[in-house]
């Protein structure tokens, strides 16, 4: 059984910055890309960052580009983002997923096949 289970977030000030983890029970994660997306009120969960195996590969959806960086810790099996310099507009559920996606589904959520329950990331202004 795989399980993905997220934690890190929380209620921040705008400038500021959090750590989000995803720990994995039963997958091997440096096998596998991570990405991380969120899902804001209403609206579709959309692509935030992904790492590749353990080669650690990275790619950020442009509005992220020099303020999150995704990170992998394999003898942990976890990956983390390291979110700073955090806005209003970050705000949203943070989910992590795990699979192995084509180049073109590395964005997707359909590229994943295992998710976490997610965590909910504030930022207040």
């Known amino acids: 059984q795989v399980q993905l289970v997220e934690s890190g977030g929380g209620l921040v000030q705008a400038g500021g910055s959090l750590r989000l983890s995803c720990a994995a029970s039963g997958r091997t994660f440096s096998s596998y890309f991570v990405g991380w997306f969120r899902q804001f009120p209403g609206k579709e969960r959309e692509f935030v960052a992904v790492i590749g195996y353990s080669g650690g590969r990275t790619y950020y959806v442009d509005s992220v580009k020099g303020r999150f960086t995704i990170s992998r810790d394999s003898a942990k099996n976890t990956v983390y983002l390291q979110m700073n310099s955090l806005k209003p507009e970050d705000t949203a559920v943070y989910y992590c997923?795990?699979?192995?996606?084509?180049?073109?589904?590395?964005?997707?959520?359909?590229?994943?096949?295992?998710w976490g329950q997610g965590t909910q990331v504030t930022v207040s202004s």
């Open positions: 997923a795990s699979g192995r996606p084509s180049a073109q589904h590395m964005v997707s959520t359909g590229g994943y096949d295992y």
